[in-house]
T-cell receptor, first 114, second 115 residues
Framework: GNSVTQMEGPVTLSEEAFLTINCTYT??????LFWYVQYPGEGLQLLLKATKADDKGSNKGFEATYRKETTSFHLEKGSVQVSDSAVYFC?????????????FGKGTLLTVNP | DAGVTQSPTHLIKTRGQQVTLRCSPKSGHDTVSWYQQALGQGPQFIFQYYEEEERQRGNFPDRFSGHQFPNYSSELNVNALLLGDSALYLC??????????????FGPGTRLTVL
């Protein structure tokens, strides 16, 4: 079955530091890959996505590249801000079409200090 | 646009009781999925409803059931509650578009505590 393994947290960084959160997956077929973010007291928000191999998803300074050869989708940001403090979830979904369900990793708590 | 709304926000029940959680999808969406998020874990897929029918189901017992109404809103019912059912229950809605990725938008969740 499908599964997602992501870097265990918590991760604590200083403002303007470089961020990497590792994510690897196991899936049958050709999944789409996602990063979701959950701010305190809020619902999950889609941060970025990539729907096929070698695609790069990007949003709000965050980037992740769909690497089929290493089954990875690592999240990166060059300079984090205090407002980036949240829980980040890597997820995969069935590629294309309907009947879409998401399989999530356990989440990584990021705390950015001023 | 109100986005996905869920009610109630919090709920406390005792073991053996039954609970109903409600979800209103984002305007224009016709598909609703439910997820269970235990403390410190990622969300786990429970089931998905489209055209008032359960279309997909995750690895959850029959105690978990649902319903979708003609206006696309949905309910999640859990019978014979166990302590392990304590979790944040998330509803996600999407628009069915054949042959393309259908982004899921999540609600804020209902926090269920079973004592």
């Amino acid at each position: 079955g499908n599964s997602v393994t992501q870097m265990e947290g918590p991760v604590t960084l200083s403002e303007e530091a470089f961020l990497t959160i590792n994510c690897t997956y196991t899936a049958t077929g050709y999944p789409s890959l996602f990063w979701y973010v959950q701010y305190p007291g809020e619902g999950l928000q889609l941060l970025l996505k990539a729907t096929k191999a070698d695609d790069k998803g990007s949003n709000k300074g965050f980037e992740a590249t769909y690497r089929k050869e290493t089954t990875s989708f690592h999240l990166e940001k060059g300079s984090v801000q205090v407002s980036d403090s949240a829980v980040y979830f890597c997820a995969l979904g069935t590629s294309g079409g309907s009947n879409y369900k998401l399989t999530f990793g356990k989440g990584t708590l990021l705390t950015v200090n001023p | 646009d109100a986005g996905v709304t869920q009610s109630p926000t919090h709920l406390i029940k005792t073991r053996g009781q039954q609970v109903t959680l409600r979800c209103s999808p984002k305007s224009g969406h016709d598909t609703v999925s439910w997820y269970q998020q235990a403390l410190g874990q990622g969300p786990q897929f429970i089931f998905q409803y489209y055209e008032e029918e359960e279309r997909q189901r995750g690895n959850f017992p029959d105690r978990f059931s649902g319903h979708q109404f003609p206006n696309y809103s949905s309910e999640l019912n859990v019978n014979a509650l166990l302590l392990g059912d304590s979790a944040l229950y998330l509803c996600a809605s999407s628009l069915e578009l054949t042959g393309s990725y259908n982004e899921q938008f999540f609600g804020p969740g209902t926090r269920l505590t079973v004592l």
